[in-house]
């Protein structure tokens, strides 16, 4: 059984895909203020029917160690929420699911995960030429924008729910373990999972008379770890770190098609951009630029120093945290653009990150077909990728503030006439679509 027991918190018949999943082959209790709920039970809270001022209903049952599901939650009911965990995400879910775990040192984690509708802008081009190099009869490329920045919302599928539902048998379990930041240390770690997801389509026929291409679903796997302390030494005076690690897996979930003369949809880039306030002050930021190597290592170390409890400054004491990831970019490239913005794109063929049309013709060969062999493996699958900033504070701050995060992705597909054994004409079409997530931390809790 995935937990001990299901309560819920409702004023009328839930009405939830999430829902019915978590509660198949049980009989949910009605849950009223005070019940004890304990580690490995569930409490779900039906937003449609119970106001946002219901939510603190259930800080106990959080306290407690029981998990707490919202069901079609907005703004109100996740910042009604954070009142209890210092933490929410922005706009509204089908299913939004909290664990919290608190160290005998007095550290706190909590595990946040999300699932819904995935809206985001995204834009569709196509480039096309004609000719090849044997027969000497290249043309110019030429580009049409199909059209740019258009809001497509790719609703959430049974699979979507099935995936967030399945997590939720380990998501208690992997908060059990709030980590090791010593006692007398204010140490916050909130680690927030979604997923972000498009169609790729190119429903355009190209001036070279080739396409549409067949349609895939490209998927972005996202967790996002952030870490925030209270640095209250004597030595150093007081003000706060904040970290936020991305770590994701982006995937084309299986090629639409790999031949010389139909190819796609390929993973071209994905561009992580952190947002933070004026109010948090760049301290460091991973990967940095790379080119030409196989694995990257993405990570930060922050020595916070504390008040240990003792009287004058022999209370001082210092803790170091350090965290890395290693990931695979054989082919791959990496381009740190700004403290918190980078580009993670393909190596060769061509540029996956180019705007040129005349770059994306290098990957037909000398007959003018498309060369599969030259797409690296990561861009015919999928792509692991991380990246890491950490920023402080000049003072102690107490109230909410805001991080953003774009995630910029772009896939490709390429397609070619074959003519007696040569590819006379060609065609690419490259979707982008820009998800972001937003997020705000109550900064009150790191005093």
Known sequence: MRFVSIYTLSNGPIVNPVYARVAAGTTPTPYV????????????????????????????????????????????????????????????????????RRSGSGATRCCISEVGDSTAPASLYCASGAGNQEQGTLQPATLQVIYENQVETQPMTEEDADFFVASLTTAAVATTDAGTPPEGLI????????????????????????????????????????????????????????????????????????????????????????????SLYWYDSSPSNTNNVSTVTTGSSVTVGFNAGTSGGGGNASYTYSNSVTENITDWYITQQTSANWIYAQNTPFDGNTTDPSKINDSRGWNGLIDTSTFPVISTSSLQFAADCVWKTNTVLTGEISISVVNLMRVDYLMVDKVLGFGNAWADWWKQSNPSDGFSIDMSVLT
């Open 187 to 278: 140490w916050f770690t909130w680690i927030y999972s979604r997923s972000h997801s498009f169609t790729a389509s190119g429903s355009y026929n190209s001036d070279a008379d080739l396409g549409p291409p067949p349609s895939r679903t490209i998927t972005a796997n996202l967790t996002y770890t952030f870490q925030g302390a209270l640095n209250n030494s004597t030595q150093s005076g007081s003000f706060q770190f904040l970290g936020l690690q991305e770590r994701g897996i982006y995937q084309n979930n299986g090629m639409a098609s790999n031949t010389d003369t139909s190819c796609g949809w390929t993973l071209g880039s994905i561009c992580p951009s952190f947002s933070a306030p004026a």
């Open 33 to 100: 203020a005070g019940m004890p709920l304990s580690s490995g039970d569930l409490l779900v809270i039906d937003a449609l029917t119970c106001p946002a001022s219901d939510v603190p209903l259930g800080f106990p049952a959080l306290d407690a160690g029981a998990a707490l599901l919202l069901l079609d939650a907005g703004d109100d009911h996740k910042k009604a929420l954070a009142g209890n965990i210092g933490f929410r995400s922005h706009g509204a879910s089908r299913g939004y699911h909290v664990a919290k």
